[in-house]
């Protein structure tokens, strides 16, 4: 007797084992996936981490019910990569397995409701019962959501147990297949003329209907079948579509379906997938690199013969993709493959149209906006004997399966956008590549013209190479940075909207000379709040504790929270008053200004709200790269390594939104966010113009932006952080704790601090209420623990771990939730 040990696509952290009934003992290997029933009725996909003989004791073991693959569908690294994750991290290897495949590749049991076979109708139903009754018997059988719909002046699931009681209804469990592959209708000749002289016949007969004859003899043209029409050998003939049929013959449908109803061609379904397919094209659009470029390639190989990890730290358009993609193309012929991560969806358009032009069909694109069907074929793909040899995607990318990984890039590696938040499992993409490559034996290249503190720190410190590209390429210079101080403007009432003066000078002077201006305003909507002008009074959000976002395009308030909207109040409820003001300014009021300031300039939008789906993105991408759009304004998404040929001016319209944040990271952030944003001026021909706009002009990070010093910025946080103990003098644990009553919220953190205290002494700080204290109706209170870099960071866990469990245990919190973020940012 087989047994299989499984992973649950739960947040369970402990595998569970299975019977494996004999006809499929042979067959189910590590990395498998399985169908097994878990709890009284629900089944799950397993993914099988061990075939073994070891019957467990003490419990009836429940057999596996399907399987689902004949070859594993995760590799061996694979499993070891999770299960480092779900270590480090601090959270379930079975949270890992939810993230890590696709939808469609996990098949759920879904609760339906039917009639009970053997009820005998002799029970008394209220009008309710009755209505929901009628409701699943019409249908044979109902979900619990389709009832609670269609019964909406009532709670159904009261009703149902009550039938489920009286033996009326019962539940039934089915396993539903998310992933359908994407077919198309092809033709095919029917056995009866595989003869040739029926085949030939049946030509001469087709005579006085000429426009079938000549449709059948279009298929025989495609399908490859030859002057002579020798049919002996069906396998030899091509696969051929309806549709291409059709327009190959000029024919119609009615002409197609008229050959199928005589039994001369048959129509069948064929499996064509979703992934697109592109030739290859190995050398179109590989550029030469400059010296620079060539001098940078040359060092990061000598520098990986010392470090499987190396920071490409080049400026602003000084062409690393061109380096990447010499690098990948080095790959590529040693026969290995390369993961190639970008920070957000927004920065993958560009780059796959420049990626494509070089390596074709050698390269696939995967991430979250994709239909979830087309990401499983890209999965499937990847185990098959024809994978792709590059991979660009964003976080999520670091879980597909790689044969022979040898190159991880990670472009914009500062990104905190590589930071997973929620839910768990909590990774840095960036760092869980790394580990990625070192299980592969492969190396990684970081890439960024603002390194983040740590990584510079682990190049200061050896741990880490360092290759650096200091020109632009063509030896543009880098832009102008000139602060405008918009506090002295106020006062003196010269700001035109949030616009200064100068600001207003360079983008007319920009868009008379046919050149295109971005601006950077890092809040979206069009004010973040509305306030009563005689009592102070804001309109708060329900479930979390900050005021509603005032959008005008959909003139409603919203969370950005959880997603709670709100009708615009035309009256203070507090005070009666009717004068609500609007505070402050999101990319849609700058939106407006531009307009009424330039009435005749084309202006567009790029933040959460304007790129939903895929197409919407790369629609403004698209435009603004054709020169349709002149201003573009919009959040860090165009921060973010875009690069546009005729920018020559960036306003970045209020500095101080950005640093005066209570967090260490602040400057950092900071200095990042206008140092990119400024990147975008002038990166073909001529020096581009940036405005910076702020109330204070003569702060160090200030200068640091103008001066282009990254250096002067990294010496500065490095004596604070090393000060007050922050990273990467130490690692930091968030503690977080989630309770719907603030009450007994606070005695689990108080608890909780107290018994971190016993364990860790001084290296705990808090708890503590963060800033946004409640979301979804939710009370959080947080707990920093520190770590110095020599501790035992497996005892920590374990430590975490412990006192999570003993704490949820007691009966006072079973309700609560408490998670570790680990390395936050």
Request: aromatic fraction near 8%; charged fraction near 25%; glycine fraction near 6%.
């Amino acid at each position: 007797m087989k047994f299989v040990d499984v992973i649950l696509p739960l947040p369970l952290s402990a595998t569970y084992t299975y019977a494996l009934p004999e006809e499929w003992q042979e067959a189910v290997r590590p990395g498998c996936r399985v169908i097994v029933p878990f709890g009284a009725k629900k089944f799950y996909t397993a993914i099988v981490v061990e075939v073994h003989g070891r019957q467990p004791q003490g419990y009836a073991v429940k057999a596996v019910w399907e399987t689902l693959d004949p070859a594993p569908v995760l590799l061996p690294v694979q499993l070891d990569f999770w299960r480092w994750l779900a270590d480090y991290y601090l959270c379930a290897v079975g949270d890992v397995y939810k993230a890590a495949l696709p939808s469609g590749m996990k098949l759920e049991s879904e609760s339906k409701v039917v009639v009970n076979s053997e009820y005998a109708g002799n029970s008394v139903l209220s009008e309710r019962e009755q209505r929901v009754v009628t409701l699943v018997s019409r249908r044979f059988e109902s979900t619990m959501t389709r009832l609670q719909k269609e019964c909406e002046d009532f709670r159904v699931l009261r009703v149902v147990r009550s039938l489920m009681d009286k033996g009326v209804l019962t539940m039934k469990e089915e396993v539903k297949q998310s992933y359908k592959p994407r077919t198309e209708v092809h033709v095919r000749l029917s056995e009866t003329y595989f003869d040739e002289k029926k085949l030939h016949e049946l030509l001469d007969g087709l005579g006085r209907a000429p426009k079938q004859q000549s449709l059948l003899l279009k298929y025989l043209e495609l399908a490859g079948a030859g002057t002579a029409f020798r049919l002996r050998n069906p396998k030899m003939l091509a696969e051929v579509g309806r549709k291409a049929l059709m327009e190959a013959a000029d024919g119609s449908l009615a002409i197609c379906r008229a050959l199928e109803e005589k039994g001369v061609l048959e129509a069948y379904p064929y499996e064509i997938g979703r992934l697109a397919h592109t030739e290859v094209a190995d050398t179109l659009g590989v550029s030469p690199l400059s010296e620079a470029q060539a001098k940078a390639f040359r060092e990061l190989e000598e520098a990986f013969d010392r470090h499987p990890v190396c920071l490409l730290h080049g400026v602003t358009s000084s062409g690393k993709t061109e380096v990447y993609i010499h690098l990948i193309r080095q790959m590529i012929a040693e026969g290995k493959q390369v993961l190639y991560l970008v920070p957000e969806i927004v920065l993958t358009t560009q780059l796959t149209d420049r990626l494509y032009r070089v390596f074709g069909n050698r390269m696939g694109v995967y991430h979250s906006k994709f239909p979830d069907a087309e990401r499983v074929e890209i999965w499937q793909k990847q185990l098959s004997g024809q994978p792709y040899d590059i991979i660009v995607g964003v976080r999520s990318s670091v879980f597909l399966p790689f044969r022979h990984l040898g190159l991880v890039i990670v472009d914009e590696e500062h990104e905190q956008s590589y930071k997973q938040q929620d839910p768990a499992p909590r990774y840095h993409a960036r760092n869980a590549a790394i580990m990625l490559a070192r299980m592969y034996g492969a190396r990684t290249l970081l890439g960024t013209a603002t390194p983040a503190l740590e990584t510079y720190y682990n190049v200061r410190m050896g741990k880490y190479g360092l290759v650096e590209l200091t020109e632009r390429f063509g030896q543009v210079r880098l832009p102008e940075v000139e602060v405008v101080d918009i506090k002295e403007l106020q006062r003196k009432r010269r700001m035109v909207g949030p616009f200064s003066p100068r600001l207003l000078e360079e983008m007319r002077r920009a868009l008379e000379n046919k050149e295109q201006v971005i601006l950077f305003q890092n809040r979206r909507g069009y004010a973040p709040m509305i306030e009563c002008h005689t009592c102070g009074w804001v309109p708060k959000c329900k479930n979390c504790d900050v005021s509603l976002t005032y959008h005008k395009g959909l003139n409603q308030m919203t969370c950005h929270y959880c997603g709670y909207t709100c009708n615009v109040p035309v009256r203070c409820p507090a005070c009666e008053g009717t004068e609500l003001v609007q505070r402050g300014l999101g990319t849609e009021k700058v939106e407006d200004a531009v307009r009424q300031v330039f009435p005749e300039a084309a202006v567009a939008r790029m933040d959460l709200d304007t790129t939903r789906t895929r197409s919407s993105y790369e629609g403004i991408l698209e435009d603004f790269q054709g020169g349709k759009t002149d201003v573009l304004v919009g959040t860090q998404m165009v921060t973010k390594g875009l690069d546009f040929e005729r920018v020559s001016v960036v306003g970045i319209l209020n500095a101080d939104t950005m640093f005066n944040i209570p967090d260490f990271r602040s400057f950092e952030r900071a200095f990042q966010l206008m140092a990119q944003v400024a990147g975008r001026a002038g990166r073909r021909s001529r020096q581009g113009r940036v405005i910076l706009q702020t109330k204070s002009p003569d702060m160090p990070l200030i200068r640091q932006v103008t001066g282009h010093d990254y250096f002067g910025l990294y010496v500065g946080q490095m004596e604070e952080r090393q000060m007050f103990v922050y990273p990467p003098f130490c690692r930091l644990i968030y503690v977080y704790m989630k309770h719907k009553r603030a009450d007994v919220l606070d005695h689990l953190a108080a608890e909780m601090g107290s018994r971190l205290r016993q364990v860790f002494g001084s290296r705990i700080l808090g708890p503590d209420a963060p800033p946004v204290a409640r979301i979804q109706l939710l009370y959080i209170r947080k707990i920093v623990v520190k770590i110095e870099p020599g501790a035992s960071l497996s005892k920590v866990r374990e430590q975490l771990l412990y006192l999570r469990q003993s704490l949820m245990a007691h009966p006072d919190y079973r309700s609560a939730q408490i998670y570790y973020d680990v390395d936050p940012v």
